[in-house]
C-alpha cells in the first residue's frame, strides 16, 4: 500500500534525512587506503547513536551490521568485515537511519586513490543519473518516467543499468510501496504529492546482469566489472522535489 506522508511524519523524516547525512559524511571522512570495512561500521554505529538515531540496517533480515559497504564489483549489500580498502577501491556506502521510527536511505559511492577515468566516469554518471531522474519528479509523474530518464542517461553514457534491484518506498519502514526501478517498467502507477521514494541507480561498466555470492547478501556484478551506486530519500512535492539526505 501506498502512503501519503503527513506533516509530521515529514518532518520526523527531515530530521532522520539530516543525521544520515551527518554520518555519511563522517564516514566520508575515514575512508582511506588500509582501513577495513568493519572499521567503517564502527565510526557509522558510533554517529548515529551519537544523533540519537537507529541503524536500520542491522537485524534486517538477518543483516549482521549497521551499513552496507560494497567495493567495485559488488553492487549492493556487502558485509562489513577484515577486508581493507586499497588504493585505488570504488567504495559505496549504503546507509539507512531511523530516528523516532521513521527512515532515511542514502549511498554514495567514494574513488579511493586514484583509478582509470572509465571507473571515475562511471561514479560521476551514476550521481548525474539520479539528477536526470529527478527532473521528471512532481506530482503527477509515472514511476516509469523517473525509470525511462535515468535509463537513457545510462544507456547514452554506455552504462548497464540494473534492473534485478529497484528503489522504493519509505517511511515508517525501510522499504515500503512502490517499488522504483531504475528503467521503464511499464508501470501506470503515479507519484502523488507527500509520497517518499528512496531513488537509487544501480550502474555497471559493463553487464546489467548480477548475482548472489555465498554468504546471501553480496550482490555482485556477472562479469567482475564495476558498480556503482548513488541514492537519496526523496520527498514528492506539488511542483517537484525535495531531497531529504543532504547533499
Same mark, same amino acid.
Given at each position: 500500500?501506498?502512503?501519503?506522508?503527513?506533516?509530521?511524519?515529514?518532518?520526523?523524516?527531515?530530521?532522520?534525512?539530516?543525521?544520515?547525512?551527518?554520518?555519511? /559524511?563522517?564516514? =566520508?571522512?575515514?575512508?582511506?587506503?588500509?582501513?577495513?570495512?568493519?572499521?567503517?561500521?564502527?565510526?557509522?554505529?558510533?554517529?548515529? /547513536?551519537?544523533?540519537?538515531?537507529?541503524?536500520?540496517?542491522?537485524?534486517?533480515?538477518?543483516?549482521?551490521?549497521?551499513?552496507?559497504?560494497?567495493?567495485?564489483?559488488?553492487?549492493?549489500?556487502?558485509?562489513?568485515?577484515?577486508? !581493507?580498502?586499497?588504493?585505488?577501491?570504488?567504495?559505496?556506502?549504503?546507509?539507512?537511519?531511523?530516528?523516532?521510527?521513521?527512515?532515511?536511505?542514502?549511498?554514495?559511492?567514494?574513488?579511493?586513490?586514484?583509478?582509470? !577515468?572509465?571507473?571515475?566516469?562511471?561514479?560521476?554518471?551514476?550521481?548525474?543519473?539520479?539528477?536526470?531522474?529527478? !527532473?521528471?519528479?512532481?506530482?503527477?509523474?509515472?514511476?516509469?518516467?523517473?525509470?525511462? =530518464?535515468?535509463?537513457?542517461?545510462?544507456?547514452?553514457?554506455?552504462?548497464?543499468?540494473?534492473?534485478?534491484? =529497484?528503489?522504493?518506498?519509505?517511511?515508517?519502514?525501510?522499504?515500503?510501496?512502490?517499488?522504483?526501478?531504475?528503467?521503464?517498467?511499464?508501470?501506470?502507477?503515479?507519484?502523488? =504529492?507527500?509520497?517518499?521514494?528512496?531513488?537509487?541507480?544501480?550502474?555497471?561498466?559493463?553487464?546489467?546482469?548480477?548475482?548472489?555470492?555465498?554468504?546471501?547478501?553480496?550482490?555482485?556484478?556477472?562479469?567482475?566489472?564495476?558498480?556503482?551506486?548513488?541514492?537519496?530519500?526523496?520527498?514528492?512535492?506539488?511542483?517537484?522535489?525535495?531531497?531529504?539526505?543532504?547533499?
Amino acid at each position: 500500500m501506498i502512503s501519503i506522508k503527513s506533516s509530521r511524519e515529514i518532518e520526523l523524516m527531515r530530521q532522520a534525512g539530516k543525521y544520515n547525512s551527518l554520518v555519511m /559524511k563522517e564516514i =566520508a571522512k575515514n575512508i582511506k587506503v588500509g582501513v577495513t570495512t568493519k572499521y567503517l561500521d564502527d565510526v557509522c554505529m558510533k554517529k548515529i /547513536k551519537e544523533y540519537g538515531c537507529e541503524p536500520s540496517c542491522l537485524g534486517y533480515e538477518g543483516y549482521p551490521a549497521s551499513v552496507c559497504i560494497s567495493i567495485n564489483d559488488e553492487v549492493v549489500h556487502g558485509i562489513p568485515g577484515k577486508r !581493507k580498502i586499497k588504493n585505488g577501491d570504488i567504495v559505496s556506502v549504503d546507509l539507512v537511519v531511523s530516528y523516532h521510527g521513521y527512515h532515511a536511505d542514502a549511498t554514495r559511492t567514494f574513488i579511493v586513490g586514484s583509478v582509470p !577515468k572509465e571507473v571515475e566516469d562511471l561514479v560521476k554518471n551514476t550521481e548525474q543519473a539520479f539528477y536526470e531522474g529527478c !527532473k521528471v519528479l512532481k506530482d503527477g509523474t509515472r514511476i516509469r518516467e523517473l525509470g525511462a =530518464a535515468i535509463e537513457k542517461y545510462a544507456h547514452d553514457h554506455n552504462l548497464g543499468v540494473v534492473e534485478d534491484l =529497484a528503489g522504493h518506498g519509505i517511511g515508517s519502514e525501510m522499504h515500503e510501496d512502490p517499488e522504483v526501478p531504475n528503467y521503464d517498467d511499464g508501470s501506470n502507477i503515479r507519484l502523488k =504529492a507527500g509520497m517518499v521514494i528512496a531513488i537509487e541507480p544501480m550502474l555497471n561498466l559493463g553487464t546489467k546482469d548480477v548475482y548472489i555470492e555465498d554468504d546471501g547478501w553480496t550482490i555482485k556484478t556477472v562479469d567482475g566489472k564495476p558498480s556503482s551506486h548513488y541514492e537519496n530519500t526523496v520527498l514528492i512535492t506539488e511542483d517537484g522535489y525535495e531531497i531529504l539526505t543532504g547533499d
